[in-house]
């Protein structure tokens, strides 16, 4: 068996399942209730800002109410525990692995945070954002939700692409891979010779690329993993 020292682990949706927040794609998801040029581009919050901020004030109540499950815990006891190094990435802006006692890169933002259109700085959010609210530091009144939209650069690519060229393990759990660059990820891991493991409640887009999966509910699936690379 190869030596296990640095792991890199990419969540999706589907992680917070159970938190009872909504996926996207999976049947009765958010892409099936909201179009994503609606809400989710550059180009919607400049068409309709007051949408795209109900949207994300919506979404931002459903996580500040959200409790993180037995999978977002599992992961920051694998964390605190595990001797080698644990890179933990997120799509997610719900903030349950904070919760839970992790810490995350935010590749897709944070609901919790503000930033501005203009300048670029970022704030805490309130609970709910308005149109035209102005920027701390620059004044200018062009506060967004700090997520990254369809169109727009994930945050923290260098750093993520340097943890996947070291790796010995990458893992996604929950997510469909359908969005790129993090659908990528698993290419870039096996490329520079990492094991990868996939663990869904179904097969992905990406599955093919996986070498191992499990399958079945991340609370279930998650915490049994994570005891085995602790054992
Ligand atoms: N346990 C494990 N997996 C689950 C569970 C569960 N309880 N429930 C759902 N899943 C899986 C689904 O099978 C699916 O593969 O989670 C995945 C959710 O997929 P998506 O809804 O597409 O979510 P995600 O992959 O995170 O989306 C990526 O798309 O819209 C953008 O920016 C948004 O970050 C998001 C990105």
Same mark, same amino acid.
């Given at each position: 068996?190869?030596?296990?020292?640095?792991? =890199?682990? #990419?969540?999706?949706?589907?992680?917070?399942?159970?938190?009872?927040?909504?996926?996207?794609?999976?049947?009765?998801?958010?892409?099936?209730?909201?179009?994503?040029?609606?809400?989710?581009?550059?180009?919607?919050?400049?068409?309709?800002?007051?949408? =795209?901020?109900?949207?994300?004030?919506?979404?931002?109540?459903?996580?500040?109410d959200a409790q993180?499950?037995?999978?977002?815990?599992?992961?920051?006891? #694998?964390?605190?525990?595990?001797?080698?190094?644990?890179?933990?990435?997120?799509?997610?802006?719900?903030?349950?692995?904070?919760?839970?006692?992790?810490?995350?890169?935010?590749?897709?933002?944070?609901?919790?945070?503000?930033?501005?259109?203009?300048?670029?700085?970022?704030?805490?959010?309130?609970?709910?954002?308005? =149109?035209?609210?102005?920027?701390?530091?620059?004044?200018?009144?062009?506060?967004?939700?700090d997520i990254v939209?369809?169109?727009?650069?994930?945050?923290?690519?260098?750093?993520? +692409?340097?943890?996947?060229?070291?790796?010995?393990?990458?893992?996604? +759990? !929950?997510?469909? !891979?359908?969005?790129?660059?993090?659908?990528?990820?698993?290419?870039?891991?096996?490329?520079? !010779?990492?094991?990868?493991?996939?663990?869904?409640?179904?097969?992905?887009?990406?599955?093919?690329?996986?070498?191992?999966?499990?399958?079945?509910r991340a609370s279930?699936?998650?915490?049994?993993?994570?005891?085995?690379?602790?054992?």
């Amino acid at each position: 068996m190869r030596r296990i020292d640095r792991i =890199v682990i #990419l969540t999706g949706a589907g992680i917070s399942a159970e938190s009872g927040l909504g996926t996207f794609r999976d049947e009765g998801g958010l892409w099936a209730q909201h179009r994503i040029e609606d809400v989710a581009t550059p180009e919607a919050f400049m068409r309709d800002p007051a949408l =795209v901020h109900r949207f994300y004030n919506a979404r931002r109540i459903q996580a500040t109410d959200a409790q993180p499950n037995a999978a977002h815990q599992a992961l920051a006891r #694998l964390q605190s525990d595990f001797a080698g190094d644990i890179t933990l990435v997120t799509q997610n802006v719900d903030g349950l692995h904070e919760k839970a006692g992790a810490q995350a890169i935010h590749m897709h933002g944070e609901l919790s945070r503000a930033l501005c259109a203009t300048c670029g700085h970022r704030w805490d959010a309130p609970a709910e954002m308005e =149109v035209g609210e102005a920027c701390p530091a620059c004044s200018a009144p062009s506060a967004r939700p700090d997520i990254v939209w369809f169109g727009e650069m994930p945050y923290h690519m260098d750093r993520i +692409i340097d943890a996947l060229h070291t790796c010995d393990l990458f893992a996604a +759990i !929950g997510t469909s !891979g359908q969005v790129y660059p993090a659908a990528g990820f698993v290419e870039e891991a096996r490329m520079a !010779g990492a094991a990868t493991v996939e663990l869904n409640l179904r097969d992905s887009d990406m599955s093919h690329a996986f070498e191992d999966h499990i399958t079945g509910r991340a609370s279930k699936t998650v915490p049994t993993w994570v005891d085995r690379l602790l054992s």
